[in-house]
């Protein structure tokens, strides 16, 4: 295996995996939300369905759902943070390790 002896095709190693981590950080994050949202529309859909029910005088069949923005709140807080920074800067660096190459050796032509 051949590794390369130059800083400007180092650089552009480290920005591609920079960039490739930050975007799966940040697709992660996206699903987490979309996951979430989801649940709540789900859980929404559901307790309305027991409201009405109650209100045409039948029998509830399930329960209704309450503190779903609770849940949701607590994730928000913690891990949704982390991956929504860490995926940005990531990202950022990726970039500027990308830019910073075309500083060093030549052309730049060699991507």
């Known amino acids: ?7 400007a095709t180092w650089l552009k190693i480290i920005g591609a995996l920079s960039t490739a981590t930050g975007s799966i950080l940040l697709a992660w994050r996206v ?3 979309l996951k979430w949202v989801v649940f709540s529309l789900v859980a929404h859909e559901e ?15 399930k329960p209704m759902v309450e503190g779903v ?3 949701l709140l ?7 943070f982390i991956l ?3 995926g940005f ?10 830019a910073a190459s075309f500083f060093f050796g030549g052309s730049g032509a060699s991507v």
């Open 89 to 98: 800067l990531f990202l950022a660096a990726g970039m500027f390790a990308t």
């Open 84 to 86: 929504l920074i860490s």
């Open 1 to 7: 295996m051949i590794f390369p002896d130059d800083i």
């Open 74 to 80: 607590a994730i928000e807080s913690k891990l949704g």
């Open 47 to 61: 307790s309305l369905t027991q409201v009405r029910r109650i209100l045409n005088n039948e029998q509830q069949t």
């Open 69 to 71: 923005t609770k849940h």
């Open 31 to 33: 699903k987490d939300i």
